[in-house]
């Protein structure tokens, strides 16, 4: 029997899993990646510390199987840049969640046609992607601008350094799906784009070579002396589409964690939204092309953390399924716009706002209202995808912690009128990076994975029209009032 590594290079973690030729998974391995906050907008990360987790999530696993090939998914616009001689870091990995590019954006915004922004990148103006914050990077540090021009500097994002640090240098590569993230990649060309380089002051020399999403890339070498072929490489929301075998237009998956993060097979075309989604490469390699609509919502997972650690409403997250049957006030709305509001209305100045309140509220109350609050914000991403696509996806495949919560995967089933499908497999992510890998490295079939796809459960909408229809006027007027407040 041979078997698969898959990585999946998380945000608040890097699981290892090993999967059989069938894509089952048989065994994980986690280790958890801190981030540090310097100050408000920044998340960081420590280069060191993501090759670390990287080793340390493999570990175990590296001598226990016979490894045909591995596959490597990373957080996306996450990003390092590091001396191209001695392969140090000069800077923190800066997260996808820093803000500190949003005063780049709004220099840069006079001098850019959104739209053509758009049909090249896919992407709006924001300092969601590498690229603004990779131009702060610059704007703050001369020396390293300078250093960079003359060739002495690398960027990547994780698996791009991750790679770097295996190969000793030998390999600086990325794929399609990875680069669709920065804001400085062609997804019509799948090339690096000379325009938006020079927007954000990029030396072409810098960037990764663009790979296809799998194919053999090289091997890699985990520390144990046993070098591995490498095989796949995605973004994470994109190995989650493929492990939740999304692969006809129209099919559609949320992963749950930290956020949410809404994908759509839209084929192998790009279109873009007029709902306020992105467009991004799902995975593009030996004939096999697939686009995707993109649909972000950052607080998810951390608004039942913000619960349980600031409010003490909860003592663990689990017990926001309880808590939300136990209330009985179903007037009080919480818009859970923590760190703003992200797909479809990109707000990021809007903050959480929660209206209804009385004398008898309780906090059972403000547990189901943050739920029903994330609920909400699924409706409208999957509703704007829909409206993008002309066509109702035939079920929401879904993964992720907050998954596993009864209540909310019902809500999410009765404001969409739509049946939801929790995933068997866990660790989709992982998973799905893992079977790109066997495709490449074993000739495994989409028709295979597909028929090997599992749910665990299955949640039918019940609600009666008329309170789904209250409950969503309910959301609209809250949204705009949150939205008003920051006007």
Same mark, same amino acid.
């Not at 990077?137 to 690398?154: C, S, T, Y």
């Not at 349980?308 to 818009?335: C, I, M, W, Y």
């Not at 696509?389 to 912690?401: F, N, R, Y």
């Given at each position: 029997?041979?078997?698969?590594?898959?990585?999946?290079?998380?945000?608040?973690?890097?699981?290892?899993?090993?999967?059989?030729?069938?894509?089952?998974?048989?065994?994980?391995?986690?280790?958890?990646?801190?981030?540090?906050?310097?100050?408000?907008?920044?998340?960081?990360?420590?280069?060191?510390?993501?090759?670390?987790?990287?080793?340390?999530?493999?570990?175990?696993?590296?001598?226990?199987?016979?490894?045909?090939?591995?596959?490597?998914? #990373?957080?996306?616009?996450?990003?390092?840049?590091?001396?191209?001689?001695?392969?140090?870091?000069?800077?923190?990995?800066?997260?996808?969640?820093?803000?500190?590019?949003?005063?780049?954006?709004?220099?840069?915004?006079?001098?850019?046609? %959104?739209?053509?922004?758009?049909?090249?990148?896919?992407?709006?103006?924001?300092?969601?992607?590498?690229?603004?914050?990779?131009?702060?990077?610059?704007?703050?540090?001369?020396?390293?601008?300078?250093?960079? +021009?003359?060739?002495?500097?690398?960027?990547?994002?994780?698996?791009?350094?991750?790679?770097?640090?295996?190969?000793?240098?030998?390999?600086?590569?990325?794929?399609?799906?990875?680069?669709?993230?920065?804001?400085?990649?062609?997804?019509?060309?799948?090339?690096?784009?000379?325009?938006?380089?020079?927007?954000?002051?990029? %030396? +072409?020399?810098?960037?990764?070579?663009?790979? %296809?999403?799998?194919?053999?890339?090289?091997?890699?070498?985990?520390?144990?002396?046993?070098?591995?072929?490498?095989?796949?490489?995605?973004?994470?929301?994109?190995?989650?589409?493929?492990?939740?075998?999304?692969?006809?237009?129209?099919?559609?998956?949320?992963?749950?964690?930290?956020?949410?993060?809404?994908?759509?097979?839209?084929?192998?075309?790009?279109?873009?939204?007029?709902?306020?989604?992105?467009?991004?490469?799902?995975?593009?390699?030996?004939? +096999?092309?697939?686009?995707?609509?993109?649909?972000?919502?950052?607080?998810?997972?951390?608004?039942?953390?913000?619960?349980?650690?600031?409010?003490?409403?909860?003592?663990?997250?689990?017990?926001? +399924?309880?808590?939300?049957?136990?209330?009985?006030?179903?007037?009080?709305?919480?818009?859970?716009?923590?760190?703003?509001?992200?797909?479809?209305?990109?707000?990021?100045?809007?903050?959480?706002?929660?209206?209804?309140?009385?004398?008898?509220?309780?906090?059972?109350?403000?547990?189901?209202?943050?739920?029903?609050?994330?609920?909400?914000?699924?409706?409208?991403?999957?509703?704007?995808?829909?409206?993008?696509?002309?066509?109702?996806?035939?079920?929401?495949?879904?993964?992720?912690?907050?998954?596993? #919560?009864?209540?909310?995967?019902?809500?999410?089933?009765?404001?969409? #009128?739509?049946?939801?499908?929790?995933?068997?497999?866990?660790?989709?992510?992982?998973?799905?990076?893992? #079977?790109?890998?066997?495709?490449?490295?074993?000739?495994?079939?989409?028709?295979?994975?597909?028929?090997?796809?599992?749910?665990?459960?299955?949640?039918?909408?019940?609600?009666?029209?008329?309170?789904?229809?209250?409950?969503?006027?309910?959301?609209?007027?809250?949204?705009?009032?949150?939205?008003?407040?920051?006007?």
């Amino acid at each position: 029997m041979k078997y698969l590594l898959g990585i999946d290079q998380g945000t608040t973690q890097t699981t290892a899993v090993i999967v059989n030729e069938q894509g089952e998974m048989i065994e994980k391995n986690s280790a958890q990646l801190p981030a540090r906050f310097p100050q408000a907008g920044w998340v960081e990360q420590e280069p060191a510390d993501i090759v670390r987790t990287v080793k340390e999530a493999c570990a175990p696993l590296l001598d226990k199987y016979e490894i045909a090939a591995v596959g490597f998914d #990373n957080q996306g616009e996450t990003f390092i840049v590091w001396d191209a001689e001695t392969g140090e870091p000069v800077t923190p990995a800066i997260v996808w969640q820093d803000t500190r590019g949003q005063s780049v954006c709004d220099a840069l915004a006079s001098r850019v046609d %959104p739209d053509l922004l758009r049909r090249k990148t896919g992407l709006l103006l924001d300092s969601y992607f590498s690229a603004p914050k990779l131009k702060w990077v610059f704007e703050n540090n001369p020396e390293l601008r300078k250093q960079a +021009h003359e060739g002495k500097l690398k960027f990547g994002t994780t698996e791009t350094w991750v790679i770097w640090s295996l190969t000793k240098g030998k390999l600086h590569v990325t794929d399609p799906s990875t680069a669709s993230r920065t804001l400085l990649f062609d997804m019509n060309r799948f090339e690096w784009d000379d325009e938006q380089l020079a927007l954000f002051d990029v %030396p +072409h020399g810098m960037l990764a070579e663009v790979r %296809p999403s799998a194919g053999y890339v090289g091997d890699v070498d985990f520390g144990n002396g046993k070098p591995l072929p490498l095989h796949a490489m995605l973004v994470d929301q994109q190995a989650a589409l493929f492990g939740q075998a999304c692969f006809s237009a129209g099919e559609m998956k949320c992963s749950f964690g930290t956020g949410s993060f809404l994908l759509m097979n839209i084929g192998d075309k790009p279109r873009l939204s007029n709902n306020g989604l992105l467009t991004t490469v799902g995975w593009h390699f030996n004939g +096999h092309t697939a686009y995707a609509f993109d649909g972000g919502i950052f607080v998810t997972g951390s608004a039942v953390q913000w619960l349980r650690d600031n409010l003490k409403a909860v003592p663990d997250s689990p017990s926001s +399924h309880e808590a939300a049957q136990r209330s009985t006030d179903f007037g009080v709305v919480f818009v859970p716009a923590l760190q703003g509001l992200a797909a479809p209305h990109w707000r990021t100045d809007v903050r959480g706002a929660m209206f209804g309140l009385n004398r008898s509220t309780t906090s059972d109350d403000i547990v189901r209202a943050t739920l029903d609050g994330i609920a909400c914000r699924v409706y409208e991403v999957v509703t704007a995808m829909s409206q993008d696509a002309g066509q109702t996806p035939p079920h929401l495949k879904v993964d992720g912690g907050p998954s596993g #919560n009864p209540y909310l995967m019902q809500m999410i089933a009765d404001l969409l #009128n739509l049946e939801v499908h929790v995933s068997a497999a866990l660790e989709a992510t992982a998973i799905g990076i893992a #079977n790109l890998a066997g495709v490449s490295a074993l000739g495994t079939s989409f028709e295979e994975l597909s028929k090997n796809w599992k749910a665990e459960t299955r949640y039918v909408p019940r609600m009666m029209e008329e309170e789904r229809g209250r409950k969503l006027e309910q959301w609209r007027k809250a949204v705009a009032a949150a939205m008003a407040f920051h006007d």
